[in-house]
């Protein structure tokens, strides 16, 4: 019940709340202001109010009962408004009917009574026309414009007795139903008094009662209120963040000018950190349904940096610290700070989806932040947000704001894992955003973004629930089945990571893993080892959480070992060994416990499945092959159990012994097509007890018993074939490093000892044997160079000066075999080599087709070079690094002389880079033999050969050799640019054929090894830039002198360059711009820097500043322009690796025009020249272009100094000061020009009207230039009329036109009265180059040359838009009467007109006149015959008509 209050209380809370003059005012008189109610007694006041109440239909109720009405309350007011203004006593009796009133309701019931609904009277029987629900008593009196003031006033009067008091027994507050008395009344007397009364009780009301009356405050006043009642509560806002809710609630109810809104906006952004976290919500919702077009991205922009999600929830510590103490309150608190960041995301989702503008400002304040730092967890939750509504087409701005931040590395893992960390019940309700942004980045052909794509995926499965868990599951599989290389690459490392992580969780999806099992076809084989890795893992882990697919992995194991088709008995073989891998994994058990033995029945297990691999591999060679290296692979790669390990190694040795090799003592018996020999011995000393390896035996019979089609041989026989050779014995090597702990001394004879294969010199004669013959000597190379190369991995890390110096001479061997090799090639068509990596399609062997290598020329990529002085080196060398002969068979050094007389004849052979799949791959630890240093035979005569036997050193060929292998797996691995996506229906060819030790290792290791190995690189740098400066000075300044050595000259130079691609490429990889990598990429840098500073402690720009510096002093060396464009491709590559890469543009183009002016000339004395020689040039001249300051300055000099020096030379000679410059490559210096000209016409600023003059005379001063260059450019097509000329200048004509029209017109509009005779004079010389290509489209069209002809209609179009874009201007500018148009003739390029299409009207052609003056259109009518004569180059004509489009056709 509503408890009573003396009246003298009262009046003490209002002065206790120091109320206002008004207020105190309104007090005093209810008390001592009105003789009224003192001069007339209660009961009669009260009579009055009872008496017009009873009269006018309404009953007033004592106690507990509602107050009863009789009519409807429209017809009571009416009569009660009657009375009051019919009594006698009008106006006074309105003070006697509020005085009664007022008595009335100081008891408590009768005030309630009087707050709450009449209800209808139905005693009288005449109730029926009485509506069912009827207003208050009070909220009728307020309706009465004449009692409303008072009423009011008496209202706001008794509301302070109730302030503190809350709500009633039965949850009714007092004060808020007297508020409600004043919401929407139909008419307010007094607006503006009110709206002061309301405001001084909110200023001493209590928090409660102030929010009832601040969110009523819109239903209460009228709209002339709303901006006065804003201001008061804006200044409110400031003081009292408590009511921030109501406030902003009746903000956003009341009607408000623009300019009112901005400041209230503006406001409450300033208190916005000061905002409680529950109140940020209402607050974030406000300031983005109050934006406006004009300022929707500013108001965004401070929102998100005003917005700190990231405070809204506790460290990790602490979040731990509380859940250990006060889980209950804990959890409260993050459940309210939950909510609270859900609230917010929301309203933006809700501003979003209703507002264009918003979501456009969200994408662009996102994509404004220009550092990692910035960005902030906010960033990411609005694009999910902006996904997931996709409202104005939001989803595809979200993708490429998301991927564009990733690209650059502004938006790390390190915030997505924040993000998720702290808000993953928010997350969670963006969960198919999630998925569907992860899926697109993964399937992204940019390397860049695809790991962040796939670190969604992941914890999406972490750390949601388990439906989102099998989501991500299903959506990796789906990746994996689709067949596109990078993206089944990325989802397989993730199931195999997740797997690693939560297996117990993956265990439940395992079906879903064991589906791709169906889709194997498209998989490479790197894929399928993986995809076996991952579910032997979760079926036979440690655990063993998956074993209900055991039965199913056995089961297609099986079925694909028994199958007849090869591809599918290689997945068997590879799937057992994996399995193998993951049951037989050694399982640690922890530091005190002992690891604890296989249990007998999983060894039984592996056991069995290795016998079952080994008799089904048994029947095929290649299988059998294929065995050998997985099991290699595995050992490598895994630790197993030892028993396993000990199983499959017990035998490997012996019968590696007893299949290939053979004592010397023995006698090789047998008929062979060719003479056995033993080759290649290292043994120092020869004795009978020495071993060699039995190549060409086992060979011959390996082909006899393939030519027995029906014969049943033994199994042991037919497994003997040499192309295990190289497989088992890289099997027996890792097996006696894990036994022997990196130990070979059991079988480092193999090194060392010779092969039985047969004298050489058979190569001489290749012409004169037979097919068969042939081949088996290719056979027999092939597997030579196999074996060596297997030897050379497996021995290449010995340390002992001894064993370094047979590598070494095993490298020897190698590239002599392949001089070899390639000279039988070429005598040997339509031979397939055997198979080397068994992993690939072996069909694919007979589908290649050889690359004839050019007689003269080396190439860049492989390996085989024509003249190549490989045998002298290797005869030198074995002579310096060999104190006495070493070579057990005399006939070795026989063959060698005879080679070494014969090296400068020369011959054609075959490339083989085409063969590469036929090798065996090395492995990176073979590049470690780059450390040594190199030799070369400046080197040898000046130390006489005295200090070469104490270091072992390389030789020219082996470098090469080691650089090609080295550029060709950092070009496989270390990915610089997106990657195109395959064509749907063109077949793939498969590049990663040979790399299949490499795949198994991440790009991260690989660039590390390229870091490790960059001193020795740069040493070999170093030492061909010294060579070459050698014989520069010997030679008076030129390379190719008297007593140069072409043939090591030409080793050299192929050096050089493959050292600075193998640079180029490893600076350029992608992940260097990953946050993790840039320790590496200063240690790399740093490896630069020191070879010109010393050791010391650099930034990372002063690292890139020295580099530079560094590698720019190789520039005076260069012996080739392919070695010089790679200098100059490194040299931009390094300068981008800084903060500020424009500082290095003036010295690389400077480089770069330096060389473009040098002449090249082979070691031969020959201009370079070619195909190759012309691609190179290209690229150089963009690089010169791209960095020059002023690129229209450079074409001006090229096309208006340089081109008019060629036309005055003669017919085969070269500009003199641009030798490069000549006419067989015009075409290259005239596309690149073309094409630059037009990419800066497109960087030239547009034109603003805010421009001011000299911003305008720049622009177009600028666009002068251009013009003119243009006109310089078209007009070279009447002295080189070549179709790849037109072709060049039509394509590029039409692009700058364009250009022109879109960026230079609007320029010319608002420059033309201020700069009237320059935009004259620029419009004139464009009109003789828009004449000029008229003349082509003519040309083209009369010759149907179609290469031509494609490209006249877009350009008729353009030049017809350019007539009246023209016409535009003038009339813009009220010139139009200098514009007119005529007929225009078709001419060729020499300006004779075609006669087939003479016109029948007038010889005017159509024209354009940029001048009013009558005289000087005159004269350029009179000086038409003179405009269709050949312009001079520079450009100098004083023409000034217009010929655009062809109306005679």
């Known amino acids: 019940m509503m408890r009573k209050k003396r009246r003298s209380s009262v009046d003490k809370v209002v002065e206790g709340a120091n109320t206002t003059n008004s207020t105190t005012k309104a007090k005093k008189s209810r008390t001592t202001g009105r003789p009224a109610k003192e001069s007339v007694p209660d009961d009669t006041n009260q009579s009055v109010f009872t008496k017009f109440l009873r009269e006018a239909g309404v009953t007033v109720k004592r106690g507990a009962t509602s107050n009863e009405i009789a009519v409807d309350q429209v017809v009571f007011q009416k009569r009660i408004e009657q009375q009051l203004r019919k009594n006698p006593n009008y106006p006074g009796i309105i003070q006697e009917f509020i005085t009664g009133l007022e008595s009335h309701i100081e008891d408590p019931d009768n005030f309630r009574n009087c707050l709450l609904p009449c209800v209808p009277q139905l005693s009288d029987g005449d109730g029926s026309s009485v509506s069912s629900f009827q207003e208050s008593l009070l909220r009728m009196v307020l309706g009465i414009d004449i009692l409303q003031t008072s009423t009011i006033n008496t209202l706001l009067e008794k509301l302070p007795e109730f302030m503190l008091d809350g709500a009633g027994d039965a949850g009714v507050s007092v ?69 921030t809710v109501p406030i902003l609630d009746a903000l956003s109810s009341l009607n408000l000018s623009s300019s009112l809104l901005t400041e209230v906006r503006g406001a409450v952004m300033s208190t916005l950190a000061a905002v409680q976290l529950e109140d940020l919500p209402v607050v974030v919702k406000f300031i983005l349904h109050s934006v406006s077009v004009s300022d929707a991205f500013e108001v965004v922009n401070n929102l998100r940096k005003k917005l700190e999600l990231e405070q809204c929830v506790l460290p990790p510590a602490l979040q731990l610290s509380q859940s250990r103490t006060r889980s209950d309150g804990a959890a409260a608190v993050a459940s309210t700070a939950g909510s609270s960041v859900a609230l917010i995301l929301d309203g933006i989702k809700s501003a979003v989806r209703f507002q264009k503008t918003i979501s456009e400002a969200w994408l662009k304040a996102i994509d404004s932040v220009d550092e990692s730092d910035n960005h902030k967890v906010i960033d990411l939750l609005v694009l999910f947000i902006l996904h997931s509504t996709n409202a104005n087409q939001s989803r595809r701005g979200a993708e490429r ?377 290719c056979n027999l190379l092939f597997f030579t160079i196999n074996w060596f190369r297997e030897v050379i991995n497996a021995f290449c890390r010995l340390k002992e000066t001894e064993m370094k110096m047979k590598v070494m001479t095993r490298l020897q061997n190698i590239t002599y075999l392949q001089t070899l090799l390639e000279r039988a090639l070429a005598g040997t068509s339509g031979y397939v080599p055997p198979v080397a990596n068994f992993d690939g399609e072996t069909s694919d062997a007979a589908t290649f087709t050889p690359i004839a290598a050019p007689g003269n020329k080396a190439k860049k990529d492989g390996t085989g070079k024509k003249k ?189 360059q493959l050292l600075l691609q193998v640079l180029n490429t490893t600076f350029s990889w992608s992940g260097f711009s990953l946050p993790g990598q840039r320790g590496l990429l200063k240690k790399a840098l740093g490896v630069l820097a020191e070879r010109l500073k010393g050791r010391s402690e650099l930034t990372l720009e002063q690292l890139v500043k020295h580099s530079f510096e560094y590698l720019l002093n190789f520039g005076s060396t260069m012996p080739s322009l392919s070695t010089a464009l790679c200098l100059s491709q490194l040299l931009s590559t390094v300068s981008q690796k800084g903060g500020n890469p424009s500082a290095y543009r003036e010295q690389t183009a400077s480089l770069a025009k330096r060389f473009l002016s040098q002449d090249w000339v082979t070691a031969s004395g020959e201009k370079e020249r070619g195909t190759k020689f012309n691609e190179a040039l290209h690229t150089l001249l ?139 004079s620029l419009l004139k010389t464009f009109q003789l180059s828009t004449r000029q290509l008229h003349h082509m489209c003519g040309y083209s069209k009369i010759h149907q040359d179609t290469s031509l002809t494609n490209h006249v209609p877009a350009l008729k179009k353009s030049l017809e838009l350019f007539v009246y874009r023209v016409k535009a201007t003038l009339t813009l500018n009220n010139c139009q009467e200098a514009f007119w148009i005529g007929n225009l003739k078709n001419r060729n390029l020499k300006g004779e007109e075609i006669l087939s299409q003479r016109s029948q009207g007038s010889d005017d052609d159509e024209e354009e006149e940029h001048s009013v003056l009558p005289q000087e259109k005159s004269e350029d009518e009179g000086q038409e015959s003179d405009s269709e004569e050949p312009m001079v180059i520079n450009g100098e004509g004083n023409v000034a008509e217009e010929d655009i489009t062809d109306d005679s056709e």
């Open 401 to 777: 704001v998301l991927k564009s931040k990733v690209r650059t590395g502004l938006i790390q893992e390190a915030l997505l894992q924040k993000t998720f960390r702290d808000h993953s019940q928010v997350m969670r309700g963006y969960f198919p955003s999630i998925l569907a942004l992860a899926q697109c980045l993964l399937r992204s052909p940019d390397p860049c973004v695809v790991p962040f794509g796939g670190h969604m995926y992941q914890l999406s499965f972490t750390e949601f629930d388990s439906y989102c868990q099998q989501e991500v599951v299903g959506s990796l599989v789906t990746h994996v089945c689709s067949g596109v290389g990078g993206e089944v690459d990325m989802a397989l490392e993730l199931l195999c990571g997740l797997v690693t992580e939560k297996p117990s969780e993956m265990a439940l999806y395992a079906v879903f893993v064991k589906g791709i099992l169906d889709y194997m076809d498209n998989l490479t084989p790197q894929q399928i080892r993986r995809l076996f890795h991952l579910l032997s893992r979760l079926a036979f882990g440690q655990q063993q959480q998956g074993s209900h697919i055991q039965d199913d992995m056995h089961i297609v194991i099986r079925k694909q070992l028994s199958s007849t088709v090869p591809k599918y008995k290689r997945i068997g073989i590879i799937g057992a060994v994996m399995i193998v891998g993951s049951m037989g994994a050694l399982k640690p058990k922890g530091k005190e416990v002992k690891d604890q033995p296989l249990p007998q029945e999983t060894f039984r297990q592996v056991t069995a499945l290795l016998e079952l691999v080994r008799s089904s591999s048994d029947s095929s060679p290649e299988a059998a092959a294929l065995y050998y290296d997985e099991l290699a692979n595995l050992i490598l790669s895994s630790t197993l159990d030892p028993q396993v390990q000990e199983n499959i190694a017990k035998s490997v040795l012996d019968d590696f012994q007893d299949d290939f090799v053979v004592d010397l003592g023995k006698e090789i018996t047998g008929s062979f097509p060719f003479p056995a020999r033993l080759m290649y011995n290292l043994e120092e000393e020869e004795s009978q007890e020495g071993i060699a390896i039995n190549l060409l035996p086992l060979l011959a019979k390996n082909i006899n018993n393939s030519r027995e089609q029906l014969s049943q041989t033994k199994r042991a026989n037919k497994r003997v074939s040499p192309l295990c050779l190289s497989p088992f014995f890289r099997l027996l090597r890792l097996c006696e490093e894990k036994q022997h702990h990196g130990d070979l001394e059991e079988i480092d004879a193999l090194l060392g000892c010779p092969l039985v294969i047969t004298g050489l010199d058979v190569v001489e004669k290749i012409n004169s044997l037979s097919k068969s013959e042939r081949e088996f000597l």
């Open 1182 to 1320: 963009r690089i010169y272009l791209d960095n020059v300051d002023d690129v229209l300055k450079a074409v001006e000099e090229i096309a208006g100094e340089r081109i008019p020096e060629l036309l005055n030379a003669s017919k085969n000679e070269s500009s003199p000061t641009w030798p490069t410059l000549n006419r067989q490559t015009f075409l290259v210096f005239y596309k690149v020009m073309m094409a630059e000209l037009e990419k800066a016409a497109r960087k030239i600023p547009a034109s603003k009207i805010s421009d001011n003059t000299e911003a305008q005379s720049e622009k177009l001063l600028t666009w002068n230039l251009a013009v003119r260059d243009f006109h310089v450019l078209v007009n070279l097509v009447k002295v080189f009329d070549s179709r790849p000329v037109l072709n060049v200048c039509l394509k590029y004509g039409r692009l700058f036109l364009e250009s022109f029209l879109k960026l230079g017109m609007p320029l010319l509009d608002h420059s033309f009265k201020r700069h009237k005779e320059d935009v004259q």
């Open 868 to 1056: 190549r002085k490989a045998p002298s080196k290797s005869s030198s060398e074995n002579s310096s690094l060999l104190e006495e002969p070493t070579e057990a068979n005399e006939t070795q050094q026989e063959e060698k002389e005879k080679e070494k007389e014969k090296e400068k004849e020369t011959w054609q052979g075959v490339s083989l880079v085409s063969y590469r799949q036929f090798f065996r791959e090395l492995d990176m630890e073979v590049l470690s033999v780059l450390q040594c240093g190199l030799l070369s035979r400046s080197l040898l005569d000046s130390e006489l050969q005295t200090k070469v036997q104490e270091e072992v050193l390389l030789g020219p060929a082996e470098l090469v050799f080691l650089l090609e292998d080295m550029l060709r797996k950092v070009e496989f691995s270390l990915t610089s640019a997106p990657v195109k996506r395959m064509p749907f229906f063109k077949t793939r060819t498969d590049k990663s054929v040979g790399f299949s030790h490499l795949q198994q290792r991440s790009a991260k290791d690989i660039a590390a090894c390229c870091v490790e190995l960059l001193p020795a690189l740069c040493s070999h740098l170093e030492n061909c830039h010294n060579h070459f400066q050698t014989l520069l000075s010997e030679n008076n300044g030129v390379v190719d002198g008297p007593a140069t050595d072409v043939q090591e000259q030409q080793l050299m130079s192929s050096c050089y």
């Open 175 to 243: 004060p808020r139903i007297i508020i409600n008395q004043l919401k929407w009344l139909d008419r307010v007397v007094d607006s503006k008094e009110l709206g002061a009364k309301l405001m001084e009780l909110v200023s001493v009301a209590p928090v409660d009662v102030q929010r009832d009356i601040i969110t009523s405050l819109p239903e209460i006043l009228e709209d002339s209120q709303h901006n006065d009642i804003a201001r008061e509560l804006n200044s409110l806002l400031q003081t009292n963040t408590q009511l």
